[in-house]
């Protein structure tokens, strides 16, 4: 196959959540990995429902992830294409004008499945003459546009589930055009594919059903532009559903990606949950989305829907953290005034200990700013403070001068170290103190083991 062109291909009714973003990072990392293209194409041609707030969340959502589309379009601006494809499927007999009602076309599937036959559209409205549409209009029907299926199995070779086909006959001739004139999913959809010459559509394994049609569609645009274009190749991944195996929906904001980012979660662990759950690679943190690009194989994932466990993303979201280098977080630590010659040691001294990436402007405070100490025993910490070592300290700083106390005192174990933590940090628990102290320095060790807010 050439460089891939995929796309991401978002309806701005809602915001995204961890299962769109599934399908847009295994697009562009996809193009990643084989220096193709990735498009952002907003399907906004539900005018009722889509919003501009809702395209703009989708793009800040997505530059958070790290996914950067090489172009973007909106199919609202592009409808003088789609009028032009009706119009070329309607001279060559392959779309017809239909004139049910929602309520006429309910009765005639109920008799269908009361007689155990399936409930596919009868083309009654082929066997309809001109003055039978004419008369229907003259009540005030207007027509329903369908889409004339060829009756024949289609097969296509899928990246993820692997040889794949559907007897058409099986199916209803699909409705592309509304009564109101308003445009269906399905034509402009495949009229864009063409016109951007999308080779390979990544989606949910929800659009199955729908490939058939779409082939069909492909192949009947394709004749009608002379044989130029191609059929693009599929890959239909698993599903993701909530923890409960819920479905997840962009109108309930259940995991959506604007929730995920205000909880303090990591972007790439985000990424990396939303690609790697569900596939036969396990679950990991990755330093950077090239890394998650190399291990992605959509060979590899599975076949069956699988749940998004929120407490197991939490848990990678703080393991990436912890092996983040200094260089992928000096912005992010600069934007919290944490800069200097100590951030680069702050941030490998505390990033094992962070749950999430704000915990370090708590720790920036620790060992630059001032806290009130805890004296747990003031008579053991005045005899600490009395021996602290001279500077300058480095990492060996901490088990000289704890030696020196334990010679003094005889204590070991947590009651020697526990009241010098509490006294120096005003934590019970976090960061080894043999790295944390020399970022204090003496003399607000000093004046913490005296119990002086420093």
Request: proline share 4%; glycine share 6%; hydrophobic share 45%.
């Given at each position: ?66 996914v950067?589309?090489n172009?973007i ?42 007689r155990?036959q ?14 039978d ?41 699909p ?69 409960s ?12 990606i ?41 060979g ?40 200097g ?54 990492e ?59």
């Amino acid at each position: 196959m050439p460089h891939p062109i995929v796309r991401f291909a978002p309806s701005p009714t809602g915001h995204i959540h961890i299962g769109n973003a599934r399908t847009a990072l295994l697009n562009f990392l996809y193009a990643k990995k084989h220096r193709g293209e990735f498009i952002l194409r907003f399907d906004d041609t539900d005018l009722e429902r889509s919003r501009e707030e809702y395209a703009q969340a989708i793009e800040v959502d997505l530059a958070w992830l790290g996914v950067a589309p090489n172009a973007i379009f909106r199919q609202s601006e592009r409808i003088a294409l789609y009028h032009a494809a009706a119009e070329a499927l309607r001279a060559a007999g392959r779309l017809y004008p239909c004139y049910e009602t929602a309520e006429e076309l309910e009765r005639k599937r109920k008799r269908q499945q009361a007689r155990g036959q399936p409930p596919v559209y009868d083309r009654a409205a082929l066997e309809l003459s001109a003055a039978d549409r004419a008369r229907l209009e003259a009540e005030g029907r207007k027509p329903h546009w369908r889409f004339k299926l060829e009756h024949k199995t289609v097969r296509w070779n899928d990246l993820v589930r692997g040889e794949s086909h559907i007897d058409s006959a099986s199916l209803s001739d699909p409705v592309l055009l509304r009564e109101d004139g308003s445009y269906l999913y399905t034509l402009p959809s495949v009229v864009d594919d063409l016109d951007r010459r999308v080779n390979l559509i990544i989606r949910g394994e929800d659009h199955v059903t729908n490939t058939a049609v779409q082939i069909q569609l492909f192949e009947a645009l394709i004749a009608h532009r002379g044989g130029a274009g191609a059929v693009p190749n599929f890959a239909h991944h698993n599903l993701l559903s909530s923890a409960s195996g819920e479905g997840l929906s962009k109108r309930t904001g259940a995991l959506s990606i604007g929730s995920l980012r205000e909880q303090g979660l990591e972007s790439l662990a985000v990424a990396a949950a939303a690609v790697l759950i569900g596939s036969a690679v396990a679950l990991h943190p990755v330093a950077s989305l090239d890394e998650l690009a190399a291990a992605l194989d959509l060979g590899q994932i599975s076949r069956t829907q699988t749940r998004f466990d929120p407490a197991e993303l939490a848990n990678l979201s703080a393991r990436t953290l912890h092996g983040l280098s200094f260089e992928a977080v000096r912005d992010r630590l600069a934007a919290h005034d944490i800069a200097g010659y100590k951030a680069g040691a702050f941030w490998l001294a505390v990033r094992g200990n962070l749950a999430s990436f704000l915990d370090v402007v708590d720790w920036w405070r620790v060992v630059d700013g001032e806290i009130q100490p805890v004296a747990e025993d003031a008579e053991f910490l005045e005899q600490a403070r009395n021996v602290l070592p001279e500077e300058p300290w480095d990492e060996k700083s901490w088990a000289a001068w704890t030696k020196v106390l334990k010679d003094q005192t005889g204590r070991k174990g947590r009651a020697l170290f526990h009241p010098l933590r509490l006294a120096l940090t005003g934590q019970e628990t976090g960061p080894e103190l043999a790295v944390l102290l020399p970022l204090i320095g003496k003399v607000k060790a000093s004046a913490r083991l005296s119990g002086r807010v420093a």
